[in-house]
């Protein structure tokens, strides 16, 4: 079958010719020709070549409505009262009564998502007096526009000579598929800017919400601190009996239980500042050349001390040889200090805790922490290193962390450019790695 239409633009007399028409109007979207002129020379065409006077490229709001389906106008020429609302509508989203007599066609179309052909056009009352100009509808044709099984958007022609066939339908398939393709291409771009949109939102919400916690502990370190002072001072007073002796015994241990108390929520104040200063990027690590073996061992001297008190044995393993690495020696040994806080804790009565130090592939230095507790739960796993998890802990419910130990050391391993890491193996208990690099350039200083 062969149209041939003779208007102002030219003339297309076979296939080939608007097949040609169809291929430079893809390349100019694909180059990034602006959409509106895009589409509005696919409308053109398609009322060249089916001789229409009136059209319209139109896709659906995503997700479509059954109810009350929204139209995104692409591109319009019509003859309504409020035809220069449509055209200046594209990326708006507009109610189908926009349309005017073509509601009924449309609406039906979009509905059962089939071809939708009306001859014989009746006469439909409007909200607005038509316009001088305006041209009456006498016959119509809405091409449902899919996306496989998922409609999508629509074309709509009205006022052709001797009305609309299902063969006009098919004779312009091409270029239904390409207009489907290009409203496809709009609607998915949308949805990534909708998805940009909403992920920049999250974003500001994520950042103002981290202000607010700043704000929050700053205020709680003065509305702390002024007072835990005082209590520390006092009771230090208290336990000094400076001022008088305090009787009995029992007095004693109430001092030594504020004291012990109050320092211990003052550790709680400071690790919870530190660690803010550490999330918000304000902390500045010292490094310098050090003597890993040097700081290990202290560690190891340590953790014995701790371990003893608790019936808890310490293995403790190093290289024989030197091992010198660019760091914050105080960042490390906080490091350090806080796995085996953890491992101390969760470590049972005769059981044992092995500190490693190794030199790891690729110039790397490994402190490792490993203990013969319960392990790690699976929710601790799935949380580990991230902060105020209860998964600070391990599998034993009654000892939970305070959330912020294991965050605290992830993120100091990772400014010297290291890495930290659980280590499970069934019925062993935990193992805690952290690797960090020897040299400076690898460093991550804020």
């Known amino acids: 079958m062969i149209i041939t239409v003779r208007n102002n633009t030219g003339t297309y007399r076979t296939d080939r010719d608007f097949l040609e028409i169809i291929t430079e109007i893809q390349t100019e979207y694909l180059s990034g020709t602006d959409p509106d002129t895009v589409f509005g020379k696919m409308l053109k065409l398609i009322q060249d070549v089916t001789e229409s006077e009136f059209g319209v490229i139109a896709g659906f709001a995503s997700p479509i409505s059954t109810d009350n389906p929204k139209a995104v106008i692409h ?38 998502n089939e071809l939708v052909i009306e001859n014989t056009v009746r006469s439909k009352a409007h909200s607005e007096p038509m316009p001088i100009s305006a041209r009456s509808y006498k016959s119509m044709m809405c091409i449902p526009l899919s996306d496989g099984p998922n409609l999508i958007g629509f074309i709509a022609l009205a006022n052709r000579r001797g009305g609309y066939r299902v063969s006009l339908r098919d004779y312009i398939q091409p270029i239904i598929a390409t207009t489907a393709a290009l409203v496809r291409s709009e609607r998915l771009y949308q949805e990534r800017l909708d998805a940009r949109a909403l992920l920049i939102q999250e974003k500001e919400r994520a950042e103002n919400a981290n202000r607010a916690k700043s704000n929050f502990l700053s205020s709680m370190s003065h509305d702390l601190r002024t007072p835990l002072n005082a209590i520390l001072g006092f009771s230090e007073i208290l336990q000094g009996e400076y001022f008088g002796s305090l009787g009995s015994q029992k007095n004693k241990e109430y001092v030594e239980l504020i004291q012990s108390s109050g320092k211990s929520l003052l550790s709680y104040v400071d690790r919870l500042l530190a660690f803010d200063a550490i999330e918000q990027e304000n902390y500045t690590l010292n490094v310098a050349q050090t ?70 592939p690729e110039a790397d230095i490994r402190f490792t922490v490993a203990d013969t507790g319960p392990g790690f739960s699976e929710a601790a796993l799935e949380g ?25 050391c992830k993120r100091l391993i990772e400014l010297h450019g290291g890495n930290l890491e659980a280590l499970e193996e069934a019925q062993s208990g935990a193992t805690v790695s952290a690797t960090i690099p020897t040299k400076h350039d690898a460093l991550e200083q804020v």
């Open 384 to 408: 580990f290193g991230m902060p105020f998890s209860a998964e600070d802990a391990f599998v034993a419910d009654e000892q939970k962390g305070f959330g912020i130990g294991l965050a605290e």
């Open 75 to 112: 591109s319009a020429n019509l003859a309504t009262h409020d035809c220069s609302k449509v055209k200046s509508g594209r990326a708006a989203d507009f109610d189908l009564s926009t349309f005017g007599v073509l509601e009924d066609s449309i609406r039906q179309a979009s509905t059962t």
């Open 291 to 360: 003597d890993i073996i040097e700081l290990f061992g202290e560690f190891c001297s340590t953790v014995k001390e701790k371990a003893a008190a608790l019936d808890i044995n310490i293995e403790c393993q190093t290289p024989a040889t030197a091992v010198m690495a660019e760091c914050d020696p105080r960042a490390i040994m906080r490091v350090l200090n806080n796995l085996s806080a953890n491992a101390l804790k969760f470590t049972p009565p005769n059981g044992t805790i092995t500190l490693t130090l190794d030199e790891a």
